[in-house]
């Protein structure tokens, strides 16, 4: 394998990971103001990544997260591995290879509470070159979870392979896996190629997270009941589906015991950027479960850590530490 992967921070030696993820981490460069991405003037430095999203969440609330990545050795990479050891996160499975180039995204700004635009520069980068090769077993089955997500996959034929073999890894190991459907049509080479490759994944997982627009492309229903069902029915044991400014809806099963309901949205007063929103609710979710919450508790922390991060500009600046949680009651 090309490039050298790093020792991990104090306190990973040895596994004992509570959570590991495999993902492409990008340097995100957003708008200093509203308007066309071409008319700004000026841009604000920031990680981005769905997967280092869920992973920073994770960490600032305790959990012990390793991420599994490569980097170029070029600026932006050494910027983004900064972040993220920065964040208390093992980065021993980070491979830094001189021959690639990191990703890196634009983000504009807007004022009406709409998607912001983005504006990705990832074709042939570092990480698209990871494959189940970059796979260490040992490593990844020591691990009590394993968070992914449909983005990663969508990445290129290698990360969706790999993808694939982390997941059957975990599931033979008797570990958890949860998995955000995360979708990028534009990634894929077709809309069905999309969906094969989406729910076939999901179909490994523990623990599922669509949101409704996604479900409803994924599974051809709109309604959060529907879309719950036909991931219950293909193997998940617990479908969240997320609703946006609605909360969200979960069924399944949980300890044991049968679950259904629905939690609201937690309101906000003005949405700054909706992007990163659904990995804050993740990190919420997949931290409280693994603390042994109820799935209600769980999506309510998810509500709320995603309320948080539409209400500021960068992907990571609104989820909280342990002790804003302890604040919040959850």
Request: net charge negative.
């Amino acid at each position: 394998m090309a490039g050298a992967a790093l020792p991990p921070p104090d306190g990973h030696e040895g596994g004992g990971l509570d959570v590991v993820t495999f993902g492409e981490a990008m340097m995100l460069l957003v708008a200093g103001q509203p308007g066309p991405l071409e008319a700004a003037a000026t841009f604000h430095k920031r990680t981005a990544g769905a997967e280092t999203n869920v992973a920073i969440g994770l960490a600032r609330l305790g959990l012990k997260v390793g991420w599994a990545s490569r980097l170029g050795t070029d600026s932006m990479g050494r910027y983004l591995l900064a972040e993220m050891r920065r964040e208390g996160i093992d980065c021993s499975h980070v491979v830094c290879d001189a021959s690639q180039r990191t990703g890196f995204q634009f983000k504009g700004r807007v004022d009406d509470g709409s998607d912001p635009p983005v504006e990705y520069h990832r074709k042939g980068s570092a990480a698209s070159h990871m494959g189940p090769d970059d796979i260490d077993a040992p490593w990844l089955t020591a691990a009590r979870h394993l968070h992914a997500t449909g983005v990663f996959a969508a990445v290129s034929g290698s990360t969706l392979a790999l993808s694939q073999r982390s997941l059957a890894l975990m599931r033979a190991a008797g570990r958890t896996i949860s998995f955000d459907t995360n979708l990028r049509p534009t990634l894929w080479a077709s809309p069905e190629a999309m969906r094969e490759g989406i729910n076939q994944l999901a179909a490994q997982a523990d623990w599922v997270l669509p949101g409704l627009e996604e479900g409803r492309l994924l599974t051809g229903d709109g309604t959060p009941e529907g879309v719950a069902r036909f991931y219950l029915a293909q193997g998940a044991k617990l479908v969240i589906v997320k609703l946006g400014a609605d909360g969200a809806y979960y069924e399944g099963q949980h300890a044991g015991q049968p679950v259904r309901g629905r939690v609201p949205g937690v309101p906000v007063a003005r949405v700054v950027d909706t992007v990163g929103a659904g990995d804050g609710f993740a990190a919420g979710v997949v931290s409280a479960l693994l603390e042994g919450l109820d799935v209600e508790a769980a999506v309510r922390r998810g509500t709320w850590i995603g309320a948080r991060a539409v209400q500021v500009l960068g992907d990571t600046e609104g989820l909280p530490t342990r002790a804003e949680l302890r604040e919040a009651g959850l």
